[in-house]
């Protein structure tokens, strides 16, 4: 079975982080791992509370994995500061790990910071030329590039910047778009880029869209697939969660990591 891990930081709520990504693995069918970089006191109203592990936690962590079990696929998301990105690209370069996804968590949606501003750079240094793909937000996508992101073509503009300072696949994220109709996702191989598109949802239950986006690019590239075939499967993953919605807490609640296991199940058994 293709196993994938996650190195990231923990939602109490289970809307985020690795509570987050470890139920789109399983929904996925990959076998999930994580390594935690930090604890956060969560739920669907905001972040109440961060306590970061020490880095040599997190190595201990993921050494336990590289050294028994292994991995098909990793991904990264709250990594907090320059310490814990430092130890972790040490490891990903020990273990040759090539299918690498690093989501740059930065903010919460709630507005929390989950990366310290002074580690911005130690990203860009260490982890983003190790990825194989990056999955910013825009606002992300902004503070990587100093660019300010408005239109499609600035999305473009901004992935062809990521592309020059070593990272090989970007995908930008379009939940942050004004556009009322459409959530645009834009990928660039440093040839071509592809769209993505699907129907905006009008809903407050986004919280973890995109962790659980960028863990289902992870499984998917663990079972082998491309990077476009990867980010499609992704991107139908994201909007079942999203329009199959569940009420959970009484802020910006979670998405539904059944709903594309559902939807498949009923495609398949439905009547001919
Ligand atoms: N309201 C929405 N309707 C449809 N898709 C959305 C919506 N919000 C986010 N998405 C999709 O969810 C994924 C995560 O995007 P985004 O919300 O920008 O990430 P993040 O959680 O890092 O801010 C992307 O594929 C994006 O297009
Ligand atoms: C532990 C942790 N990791 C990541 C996020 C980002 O998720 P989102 O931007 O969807 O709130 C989060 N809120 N908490």
Redesign the pocket.
């Known amino acids: 079975m293709q196993k994938a891990l996650t190195i990231a930081g923990s939602d109490s709520g289970g809307g985020a982080g690795i509570q987050a990504d470890l139920k789109t693995f399983q929904e996925l069918n990959v076998f999930g791992m994580s390594a935690l970089t930090a604890v956060t006191a969560q739920n669907t109203l905001g972040v109440h509370g961060v306590y970061p592990m020490t880095a040599d936690a997190v190595v201990n962590q993921i050494y336990a994995i590289g050294e028994d079990i292994g991995a098909d696929a990793i991904k990264t998301g709250m990594l907090f500061n320059a310490e814990i990105i430092e130890a972790v690209a040490i490891q990903i370069k020990k273990y040759q790990w090539k299918n690498v996804v690093v989501?740059p968590?930065m903010i919460a949606?709630g507005g929390a910071s989950l990366l310290q501003t002074e580690a911005i750079s130690a990203l860009k240094k260490y982890l983003l030329p190790l990825s194989k793909v990056i999955?910013p937000?825009?606002p992300?996508a902004e503070v990587l590039t100093g660019m300010t992101i408005e239109t499609s073509q600035e999305k473009k503009d901004a992935a062809k910047k990521l592309y020059e300072l070593g990272v090989s696949n970007i995908i930008i994220?379009?939940?942050?778009d004004e556009d009322p109709s459409e959530?645009?996702?834009i990928l660039f191989d440093g040839k071509e880029f592809y769209t993505?598109t699907?129907?905006?949802?009008?809903?407050k239950n986004?919280h973890?869209?995109?962790?659980t986006?960028s863990a289902a690019i992870t499984a998917e590239l663990a079972k082998g697939a491309s990077i476009q075939e990867a980010v499609q499967t992704?991107?139908q993953f994201?909007?079942a969660a999203?329009e199959d919605q569940i009420q959970v807490g009484h802020g910006h609640g979670p998405t539904n990591h059944w709903a594309y296991q559902k939807r498949n199940a009923v495609k398949e058994y439905a009547p001919r």
């Open positions: 989501d968590v949606k999955t937000n825009i992300e994220k379009g939940g942050h959530s645009i996702d993505y699907s129907k905006r949802m009008n809903t986004t973890g869209t995109g962790c986006f992704a991107k994201i909007q999203i």
